[in-house]
């Protein structure tokens, strides 16, 4: 039986539950966000005898990281080759050079805290299902890059696949985990060293005063770190942001063999697959198929589409697990990590390497906060200016926002009537000039929200793979219910009469 699900929630231990913040509290350090970002501050302040409370708006582990590939590895989603052309090779250096410390310090805190994670070392692989100029130039100058960068690659051979493969580029000593199982093991090993509260939705914060607030209590702190993938409110490093979405499905390998490892394919659309063992159970799975946030037309074709996928190339069975996963694509191809004002830190735009760069940035923050100079910090600095790196994708996604924008138009109203949403189903309304989200249950019972994203006034979208409403602006996702999933929206959808 299918589960939309990600295949980690399916397949983690349940973990340790946490409380919900109720009261006035004091710390040095609050953290906003209980995924891998989070959870790697939270260890890395206490250790260093800092007074931290970790605040997850859901279930900790549930966001990003739980919906992520467990994929780990020193390269990058905008390839070494392009950060060198924009960036140059020290930059380029640089960045292998930080997300090996990263890697390096989650295989160390597994072995310290001897985390049940299913971690092994294993190879990244590039491979090509048939090649052209574009993919031929594409594997001599990545492969220049990785050298360049020391590290060892092997070219030309299929890397194990069932299927024919063309032309591959190899690397070793890279890893995979299940993030899941990591993330809660960690938070386990924590909770008598910090303070984590779930279900304590942020609804507002004073950054002057470091005062953060959630439904029922608050937090006063020296230091607040957004680890919330994009900052909550509203900033300006959210225009040099694209927020996309990804999806993955899973099914078990009924006959064949897919060896362990990180396999990226060259050819469009582009695609990852890796498999997983759960007990006797072997799974073989692939996300791919990227879309802005919110502007997916019917995400359910995406999700087809994987598993079109996946059928031609294994011999699996039914699909048993299909979610999707956001990121937020950076503008000049780093992400933002630093501090913001007298007392924020941001820590934003790690595209689909956030596991590694999750972990790094809770490194340069850390140090940060305790007053120690970072090595990586200045190339990742959070208020640096790049107008000729970043100006095309800049240009493109605030361009889109602005055609989202003009999109809240009576006329482009979705349906007149109730009776025309399927049970199961949510669409835009339009009612005395009024904009609604209107989700339709199983039972036939309407449950209506206003459609005005709360971040900036977007009009959100129905998403009928993940049944949420998700703005197509700046990323912003809601439950049909209005309550805020992720993104930089702090306050829920309203619920209204019909």
Known sequence: MKKTVSIWEATAQAGTSFPTLNGSKEADVVIIGGGISGLSTAMLLTEAG???????????????????????????????SVIKKKWGADTMKAVVGSRTEALNLIEATIRKHDLDCNFYRTSFNYFAEGTDKEIDAFIKDE?????????????????????????????????????????????GKLKDKCEIYENSQVIDFDEDKGIVKTKDGSVKAAHVIMATHTPKGVYMVQTVLGPYREHGVA???????????????????KHSVRCFNDGDKKYVMVIGDMYKTGQGEDTNEYIKKLEEYLRFRFSIG???????????RPADGLPYIGKHGDAMYFLTGFATDGLVYGTLAAMIVSDMILGRKNKWEDTYKLNRFTPLKSFKEFFKENADNFVQYLKDTPWNTDVDTLK?????????????????????????????????????????????AEKTWDCPCHGSRFKTNGQVIEGPAVIDLPAKKF
């Open 420 to 464: 025309e949403i399927p049970a199961g189903e949510g669409r835009v309304i339009e009612k005395h000039g009024e904009k609604l989200a209107v989700y339709k249950d199983e039972h036939g019972v309407n449950h209506v929200c206003s459609a005005v994203c709360t971040h900036m006034k977007c009009i959100v979208n129905w998403n009928p």
């Open 50 to 80: 800092k007074k931290v409370i970790l605040l997850e708006a859901l279930q900790v582990g549930l966001g990003t990281t739980g919906n992520s590939t467990g994929n780990l590895y020193v390269t990058v989603d905008e390839h070494l």
């Open 143 to 187: 492969t220049d890059a990785l050298t360049e960068c020391g590290v060892k690659v092997n070219t030309g051979t299929n890397p194990g696949l069932s299927f024919n493969v063309t032309n591959s580029i190899s690397v070793e000593g890279q890893a995979q985990f299940h993030p899941l199982k990591y993330i809660r093991s960690l938070a």
């Open 318 to 328: 039914a699909i048993t697990h299909t979610w999707g996963g956001q990121q937020y």
């Open 251 to 269: 099914a078990e390998l009924l006959s064949g063999d897919m060896p362990q490892g990180i396999f990226w394919g060259m050819n469009k659309p």
